[in-house]
């Protein structure tokens, strides 16, 4: 009875927000109109490093009602086409561009919408060379084969909106060595058919030239990424308003995600995280519906998904509206390392350099075994992907500009049950670097006084 009255008054929650904030002077981005030349300039640079190749590229399966559909990111990197179970084929030697889709039943359409095929001058819309039917496919790449030498899969795991290749890759592998399913993912079995029609071909991994181009963002791209920071950084400062003891972790969470859509967002980058309490030790918590207690910590991690790309902006405050001294200690250490670290980026540095210099903030605050147990994180790439492409593993390699980088401190003691951290999307410049989601406070006293403002939470 007290479960179903709160998911009650929740509903009632959203609904009184909705109304309040229609007044409230925001400006929100429409989202961005099709680039044909964006996408047709990707392909040529893929093109030529694939001069006697054959790359193909699959689309994200049909996703059940009622979630909403979202492309694979490297099939929406090539193309910008939301067409589910599509296949993109790219021919090196002639620079062709084969899209593959199935054509939709008039019952579909009348469910689903329109999809490619209900597209007038598709092809010149898209910059294709040609769109047809998917039960052609396996015809045309077996003539397509007959002139080609090399043939680009993607040998290792696709990435999607929340989780990098290897975190895929790992979730695989679990599947198959499950004693009950024993699952042969679905890419691993496309891959081997696919080999099987073409055996004279050498399989390559189209993967590493993918990431290579996407670690870099365009001028395109950084657009939407600045538009996506400013929306995720406006719904986790409105999160923030008014906290107080008694307010239940999804109060926060229904101001955010208001802000967000009602700032033009496509979407969130990941379900929000709002963990407080002991709940701060579970790093990616969504349950959402705890009360907070006074002397406590939240901390939200969330961002906004705009026109395929994402922000990830995490913040820590107290719930009784300050920090209690030893939380403080805490806080100004990952505050010193975000500042510290963030003032340090610049084209020609590595992730490796802004570790150590990580290091030394942590040490001087007197947390350098903390850090080193938290294997000297320091945060992770984002994009498409909210973990997006980028070498961690050689973590030697000079940044450049255009690439964006999550910074995100972090500190824990999980015998106290305590977690803290900061996260920030933060652009390489010619220069330096430029702080995406700068728009949501990090400074204590600017926390402070946000916490004193009014929100919509509707606590009296």
Not at 159 to 177: C, F, G, M, P, W
Not at 202 to 227: A, F, G, Q
């Amino acid at each position: 009875m007290q479960c179903s009255r709160r998911i009650f008054l929740r509903f009632i929650a959203i609904a009184i927000l909705a109304y309040v904030f229609t007044a409230t002077p925001f400006h929100a981005f429409a989202q961005a109109s099709f680039d044909k030349s964006e996408f047709v300039t990707r392909r040529e640079k893929l093109f030529k490093q694939i001069p006697d190749g054959i790359a193909v590229i699959f689309a994200a399966k049909e996703q059940i009602y009622p979630l909403k559909f979202r492309q694979s990111p490297d099939f929406y990197y090539l193309t910008g086409i939301e067409e589910p179970d599509a296949v993109l084929v790219l021919v090196g030697k002639n620079q062709r561009a084969l899209l593959f889709a199935r054509k939709r039943s008039d019952y579909e359409v009348r469910i689903q919408g329109p999809g490619i095929w209900q597209v007038d001058k598709r092809e010149e819309i898209y910059g294709l060379t040609a769109v047809q039917p998917l039960e052609d496919f396996l015809i045309q790449l077996s003539g397509l084969a007959l002139q080609a030498k090399r043939l680009y899969l993607p040998l290792t795991s696709q990435d999607n909106i929340q989780n990098s290749r290897r975190e895929i890759e790992t979730h695989d592998l679990k599947y198959v060595a499950h004693p009950i399913y024993r699952n042969i993912p679905e890419i691993k079995q496309a891959i081997s058919f696919l080999h099987q029609l073409a055996p004279q071909l050498e399989l390559e991994d189209i993967n590493p030239l993918l990431d290579k181009m996407r670690w870099v963002k365009s001028p395109y791209e950084i657009s939407r990424m600045r538009k996506s920071g400013q929306i995720g950084a406006e719904g986790v400062k409105e999160a923030m308003k008014g906290t107080r003891p008694g307010m239940y972790e999804y109060e926060l969470e229904a101001a955010a995600r208001f802000i967000y859509t009602k700032l033009g967002a496509r979407g969130e980058a990941f379900p929000p995280i709002v963990a407080s309490g002991p709940n701060t030790i579970t790093w990616h918590y969504i349950t959402n519906n705890r009360r907070m207690q006074a002397g406590e910590i939240v901390y939200m991690d969330y961002g906004s998904d705009y026109d395929y790309y994402t922000s990830d902006i995490t913040r820590t405050w107290p719930v009784s509206g300050r920090f209690t001294p030893e939380q403080e200690k805490m806080y100004r250490c990952i505050l010193d390392a975000r500042n510290t670290v963030m003032a340090a980026m610049k084209p020609g540095v590595s992730l490796k350099s802004l570790k150590d210099l990580a290091e030394e903030v942590y040490k001087k605050h007197g947390f350098q075994k903390e850090f080193l147990a938290l294997n000297r994180y320091i945060g992770h790439y984002v994009g498409i992907s909210v973990h997006d492409v980028g070498s961690y593993f050689d973590q030697s390699q000079p940044f450049e500009p255009g690439v964006v980088f999550n910074v995100e401190p972090l500190l824990e003691f999980r015998d106290q049950k305590t977690h803290l951290r900061l996260e920030d999307t933060v652009l390489i410049t010619e220069t330096g670097a430029e702080n995406l989601t700068a728009g949501v406070p990090a400074e204590l006293e600017e926390i402070y006084a946000l916490i004193r403002q009014k929100g919509l939470s509707l606590n009296k």
